[in-house]
């Protein structure tokens, strides 16, 4: 009976613990902290092109150049990115040895839609003859993403300064206005090799100069057009592109900015091959 006794005993002390033990608060887990992501990143690259052509003209004599940036970005909503950076390259035009452009603005982007707007200063250091090339203009650039295979983008530019309105025989008359606007596309190919993704890059862009470029350095307005096929594998491009321009220096009475000290046309057809390497802080974390 003693033996009933003590097992009945038992078994009640085993349920009641139980019973206490389920009606404890359950205790909480320890939850992975949230990373938090900072709204500041470093985008750079560098490339090496066999010409240096810039809107259908080439700026570095048909010869290579070395080119690089650095641009420091905030993204201040969800909506909206601002950066600041600069862009340099070498030249070989004879008036001077290198450009450096310094940038700052906002994109904005909104569902497919996106814009960016901003100002950039175009300056040659060391250019020749003392006080020739700076200047500044005022950009726009809308895009439109259709869907994974075509996105369609703009560009319009306004300065009011052109070549910071140089000329070697002052004083400087006229304007100084010069414009530019273009439209391209990126048109990404149905497949891709070993994971490189191929696309076909069209492009036709128009330069316009008022009066005072015109009559002062003797440019002419001009309208050009390219083509490029890319491959690109992670953070590597290489871009294949063919230029082209409506001016050229046998069909113009003054051979503005066509002519290179060397002697060069600047504005003729032209194949381009660049390999670039572009990436983010981030990306590399």
């Not at 080119?67 to 070989?92: I, N, P, R």
């Not at 306004?158 to 100084?176: D, Q, R």
């Amino acid at each position: 009976m003693k033996k009933v006794a003590v097992a009945l005993v038992a078994s009640l002390a085993v349920s009641a613990t139980a019973a206490m033990a389920a009606d404890m608060p359950a205790k909480a887990k320890k939850l992975a902290p949230v990373a938090v992501v900072s709204p500041w990143d470093i985008a750079f690259g560098t490339a090496f092109t066999t010409d240096y052509v810039l809107r259908g003209v080439s700026q570095s004599a048909a010869k290579p150049a070395v080119q690089g940036y650095f641009e420091l970005d905030y993204t201040a909503t969800d909506w909206l990115k601002l950066y600041a950076g600069v862009w340099g390259s070498s030249l070989y035009t004879g008036f001077a040895d290198a450009e450096f452009d310094i940038t700052g603005g906002g994109r904005l982007t909104f569902g497919n839609f996106g814009l960016d707007l901003g100002y950039v200063y175009y300056g040659y250091p060391g250019g020749k003859p003392n006080g020739f090339g700076s200047f500044g203009e005022f950009y726009a650039k809308p895009s439109y993403k259709f869907n994974d295979w075509l996105t369609v983008a703009g560009v319009f530019d306004y300065g009011s300064n052109f070549n910071n309105k140089f000329t070697l025989a002052p004083p400087w008359i006229g304007n100084g206005t010069a414009y530019y606007y273009s439209a391209n596309a990126v048109i990404t190919l149905p497949w891709s090799p070993g994971g490189i993704t191929i696309s076909l890059n069209p492009e036709i862009g128009r330069q316009e100069y008022g009066t005072g470029p015109t009559f002062n350095l003797g440019v002419r307005s001009y309208t050009y057009w390219d083509v490029g096929l890319d491959f690109n594998y992670k953070a590597v491009t290489l871009d294949l592109r063919y230029w082209d321009t409506d001016k050229r220096l046998a069909n113009i009475p003054t051979p503005g900015q066509c002519v290179t000290t060397t002697g060069h046309d600047a504005c003729k057809a032209r194949f381009v091959a660049t390999l670039k390497f572009d990436t983010t802080l981030s990306a590399l974390k």
